[in-house]
């Protein structure tokens, strides 16, 4: 596991405090000191000054001139306020208020991936290696795609487009080709002929000269898809247009001059069987995309609603579709992955939309009959192995999901259809009634969140037999739970330690997004639990040195909280439960 630099510590941490700050309001005295900084992390004032001058070295971090000096993190500011050049980052309070309050640039233009499904989830690591592959200097690193068909390679390549163009890597009017290589597998010179162009009189009926898609795709974006089936001549051919970026037409002997064309291909064949060897290594990033039935049951449920949506709209009616058609789709098994959980959505509108006759008078229903035929087979063969996640997700779907084909088609907009968003565990400040809020007088928010949260983990106690959980925990937070309480010597309920580290797993998606949770301050937890509050205070405390995100404080009063429930369930008695099966 990785172990993290007081440096890199102290900056992890101006950087949340300061995402913090600016999510608050603009105060007249914006900045951390070095005291602050110290106190919070228990390192010595002198060692935290130490490292901010060097964080200041290498702008990192901006100085408030003043007395203390105040810091502020260039990251969480960048992402606020457009920074001026300067040749040192001292500002006044003056000059930063003035910049806190000026907006970002009008035609500023958001990231593209924050509208696709996953984007924070399961394609989190593809996503962050595909964007440095495109913003390396001076014009990104070829891309090679691979995984089954139907997981969404074509998308993935608009996706890259766009963010390109978002970051000025590509101009507006930058051409993206896509071309096929299995559509011309049978004929080889064809395919090249195509790919690289062609000289008069080269070959039978070539009656003049003509240019290639290498030429059209110049200073843009060439996608070759299905790119095993691309035969070693042209791949050998590709090797100057990589390499030199000159080319060569078909009957042509001097080489052509081209400019720069970043390329992207794509194969559902094992690469090292499929392609030159001197071909592979000249594409420096290659990145797998998993299948829809590896994925968060979460992001299936979105595509479901993306394309029942999408089925809305092309009827030009709203759909209510019932709870049992949800689950089927959930559980059944897609081999030809999102292709083909949006055929067997179409086909089940389809078949709804007959039996309406095609009046559009009313709301159309969708019911588990519609459903394709294939597609109930293989529910009731799956459900029995139905995973836990997808248990939890459909008991939280409502009995019929109303899909309104008049709202925006954006899987950012996210519908109702969950009584809870995530299909994670989390704290959930929601109490049944008045009454019962009323009957737990004296205990705060966060009692009832852990009270709430504890009893749904009891939901989990099966987990292994289904799954291993690091299948829904990241390895780095499983991993760091587990380090800590063993080195605490910590002897918690299994149930405490399943729930700890769905807590920080959630904490962490959460605090990536941007959404950090807040819990009211109580000045009493300290002195109602004393013993429970030392305990966070120490996991707290070793957990911030293991992983790479930053605990808020306030997360130590919902810590505490979580320990008194599994105080009150043994019986008051902690005892060694066995860690999670990893």
């Not at 913003?135 to 963010?163: Q, W």
């Not at 080269?202 to 843009?220: D, L, V, W």
């Not at 504890?454 to 939901?459: F, R």
């Not at 010597?489 to 769905?502: D, F, S, V």
Request: proline share 4%; glycine share 4%.
């Amino acid at each position: 596991m990785r172990q993290f630099s007081r440096k890199d510590r102290i900056k992890m941490f101006l950087e949340e405090e300061t995402k913090g700050s600016l999510n608050e309001s603009v105060e007249q005295n914006s900045g951390i000191s070095t005291s602050y900084i110290s106190k919070k992390l228990d390192i010595t004032r002198s060692n935290v000054s130490k490292e901010l001058n060097k964080l200041f070295r290498e702008k990192q971090v901006i100085k408030i001139s003043g007395k203390p000096v105040l810091y502020l993190s260039v990251n969480a500011l960048a992402s606020k306020i457009n920074l001026p050049q300067k040749n040192n980052f001292i500002f006044t309070q003056e000059e930063l208020s003035k910049l806190l309050t000026v907006k970002k640039k009008d035609n500023a233009i958001e990231d593209p991936f924050e509208k696709m499904i996953g984007y924070q989830g399961s394609l989190k690591s593809v996503v962050e290696q595909l964007k440095a592959a495109i913003l390396y200097p001076p014009y990104g690193m070829n891309i090679l795609l691979s995984g089954s068909t139907g997981v969404g390679k074509t998308t993935m390549v608009s996706y890259l487009y766009n963010f390109a163009i978002s970051k000025g890597i590509l101009k507006k009017n930058a051409p993206m080709i896509t071309f096929n290589c299995a559509d011309y597998v049978d004929n080889p010179q064809l395919l090249m002929s195509l790919l690289f162009g062609y000289e008069k009189g080269a070959f039978t009926g070539a009656n003049s000269t003509k240019e290639g898609i290498i030429k059209q795709a110049e200073h843009g974006i060439l996608f070759l898809d299905e790119v095993h089936r691309l035969p070693p001549q042209a791949q050998e051919m590709l090797f100057q247009v990589i390499d030199n970026q000159t080319y060569r037409r078909l009957g042509q002997v001097t080489p052509n001059t081209i400019g720069h064309i970043l390329f992207v291909m794509a194969t559902t064949e094992d690469i090292s069987s499929a392609l030159l060897r001197t071909f592979t290594r000249r594409i420096p990033v290659s990145v797998n995309l998993p299948d829809l039935d590896d994925r968060f049951p979460t992001e299936k449920l979105d595509y479901i609603y993306l394309f029942f949506k999408a089925e809305a709209k092309q009827i030009g009616s709203s759909l209510l579709v019932d709870k049992s058609v949800i689950e089927a789709l959930l559980n059944y098994k897609t081999p030809s992955n999102l292709g083909q959980l949006k055929v067997d959505i179409k086909l089940t509108c389809a078949k709804a939309y007959m039996k309406e006759n095609g009046v559009l008078e009313n709301k159309i229903s969708i019911t588990f009959n519609d459903l394709p035929e294939k597609t109930i087979k293989s529910y009731f063969k799956e459900k029995k192995y139905q995973e836990v996640l997808i248990q939890d997700l459909v008991s939280r779907l409502n009995e019929t999901i109303e899909i309104d084909s008049t709202k925006s088609n954006n899987p950012e907009s996210s519908p109702n259809y969950l009584t809870t968003p995530n299909a994670t565990l989390e704290p959930s400040f929601k109490v049944s009634s008045k009454k019962e809020y009323l009957h737990n007088t004296g205990l705060n928010e966060a009692y009832v969140a852990a009270k709430g949260f504890y009893q749904q983990i009891d939901a989990f106690e099966e987990l292994d037999r289904s799954q291993t959980i690091t299948k829904i925990i990241n390895y780095s937070v499983y991993t760091a739970v587990k380090t800590t309480l063993t080195e605490l010597q910590l002897n918690l309920h299994k149930n405490t330690i399943l729930g700890l580290m769905l807590h920080i797993n959630t904490l962490k998606n959460r605090i990536y997004s941007k959404n950090i949770p807040k819990y009211p301050q109580t000045t009493s937890v300290k002195q109602q639990y004393p013993q429970e509050y030392t305990l966070a205070l120490d996991i707290r405390k070793r957990l911030n040195q293991l992983i790479d995100f930053y605990i808020p404080e306030g997360e130590l009063t919902f810590l505490t909280m979580l320990l008194h429930m599994s105080k009150k369930k043994s019986k008051k008695h902690w005892y060694f439960g066995s860690f999670p099966r990893g």
